[in-house]
């Protein structure tokens, strides 16, 4: 039986079943209401890591989850990524991890998030027009200020995450991955080696899960949902494995968290293992 439970850089106890906030509407009136219940509603139901990011509404995601879970109970940790900026043509959103621009974004999570210290910052992506020098070393900075507690990474290479095990203690790696599009396996293989969580984001392919067969008959099997199943399997593949899934409406957000309770069989998991598709690329 997979462990529900995984502590982060070794100490930040959280559950494994997380809560991906990007999705949740920013706007005012009803769907600002809506959301608000959505992450209030996955804390009552013992979600303890909730993600969100600067990239998500510019920190209007970050204001959201404050409002509707500041002062935050004890356990939870709100984990946020910075490295996507404004700062294209035209305001375009580019990726930008000058040291400037991360801790000015990092700044404004302390302040939007209502805290002292975040837990556990992620850098959004590695800006190639940045040295990596520069990034990690800003980030390794913040970190001896006290403004971060633990570093991690989003969307690496496995020599990307050796060449930053270098100069930061990496805790925590966020790549797409999931039990249709296994692109970043090396990456997650190396993360186990080395006892780093793995957050996956978009855990669940989005709109093909239940189209595939052979996950719709060993949902059927388990009395669940493809999506449950397709959540089960990430909690059974790897110890670190954390995922994350995001939703807008709370039967939804229910669906994903019992996905606890979906015990696989080796013969069911083997039978999951072998299927894979071609990469879907997207944002997180």
């Given at each position: 039986?997979?462990?529900?439970?995984?502590?982060?850089?070794?100490?930040?106890?959280?559950?494994?079943?997380?809560?991906?906030?990007?999705?949740?509407?920013?706007?005012?009136?009803?769907?600002?209401?809506?959301?608000?219940?959505?992450?209030?509603?996955?804390?009552?139901?013992?979600?303890?890591?909730?993600?969100?990011?600067?990239?998500?509404?510019?920190?209007?995601?970050?204001?959201?989850?404050?409002?509707?879970?500041?002062?935050?109970?004890?356990?939870?940790?709100v984990t946020t990524k910075v490295g996507v900026a404004r700062t294209g043509p035209g305001?375009?959103?580019?990726?930008?991890?000058?040291?400037?621009?991360?801790?000015?974004?990092?700044?404004?999570?302390?302040?939007?998030?209502?805290?002292?210290?975040?837990?556990?910052?992620?850098?959004?992506?590695?800006?190639?027009?940045?040295?990596?020098?520069?990034?990690?070393?800003?980030?390794?900075e913040l970190q001896a200020e006290g403004k971060v507690g633990r570093l991690g990474l989003s969307e690496v290479t496995v020599a990307e995450l050796e060449e930053a095990r270098e100069t930061i203690d990496v805790v925590s790696v966020q790549n797409r991955y999931n039990l249709l599009d296994r692109e970043h396996e090396p990456v997650l293989e190396a993360c186990e080696a080395a006892g780093i969580a793995f957050l996956p984001w978009r855990p669940v392919a989005a709109g093909t899960t239940g189209e595939r067969a052979e996950i719709a008959a060993v949902a059927a099997e388990c009395a669940a949902t493809p999506t449950q199943v397709a959540l089960a399997w990430l909690l059974a593949r790897s110890p670190v494995l954390l995922p994350i899934p995001g939703t807008t409406r709370i039967d939804h957000l229910e669906e994903n968290?019992?996905?606890?309770?979906?015990?696989?069989?080796?013969?069911?998991?083997?039978?999951?293992?072998?299927?894979?598709?071609?990469?879907?690329?997207?944002?997180?």
């Amino acid at each position: 039986m997979a462990t529900t439970m995984f502590d982060i850089g070794g100490d930040l106890g959280v559950r494994r079943l997380g809560f991906g906030a990007m999705h949740l509407p920013t706007g005012p009136a009803a769907d600002r209401e809506r959301s608000l219940a959505v992450a209030r509603r996955a804390v009552e139901l013992g979600v303890t890591l909730v993600d969100t990011a600067h990239l998500y509404g510019g920190g209007a995601n970050e204001e959201l989850l404050a409002e509707a879970l500041h002062p935050y109970p004890d356990g939870l940790l709100v984990t946020t990524k910075v490295g996507v900026a404004r700062t294209g043509p035209g305001g375009d959103w580019r990726l930008d991890g000058r040291p400037e621009i991360l801790r000015d974004q990092v700044d404004q999570a302390l302040r939007r998030l209502r805290v002292d210290r975040i837990e556990l910052l992620q850098l959004h992506r590695v800006d190639p027009e940045t040295p990596m020098a520069d990034q990690l070393g800003t980030l390794r900075e913040l970190q001896a200020e006290g403004k971060v507690g633990r570093l991690g990474l989003s969307e690496v290479t496995v020599a990307e995450l050796e060449e930053a095990r270098e100069t930061i203690d990496v805790v925590s790696v966020q790549n797409r991955y999931n039990l249709l599009d296994r692109e970043h396996e090396p990456v997650l293989e190396a993360c186990e080696a080395a006892g780093i969580a793995f957050l996956p984001w978009r855990p669940v392919a989005a709109g093909t899960t239940g189209e595939r067969a052979e996950i719709a008959a060993v949902a059927a099997e388990c009395a669940a949902t493809p999506t449950q199943v397709a959540l089960a399997w990430l909690l059974a593949r790897s110890p670190v494995l954390l995922p994350i899934p995001g939703t807008t409406r709370i039967d939804h957000l229910e669906e994903n968290l019992a996905a606890e309770d979906v015990r696989l069989t080796p013969a069911q998991r083997e039978r999951l293992d072998r299927l894979r598709e071609q990469p879907a690329h997207g944002g997180d």
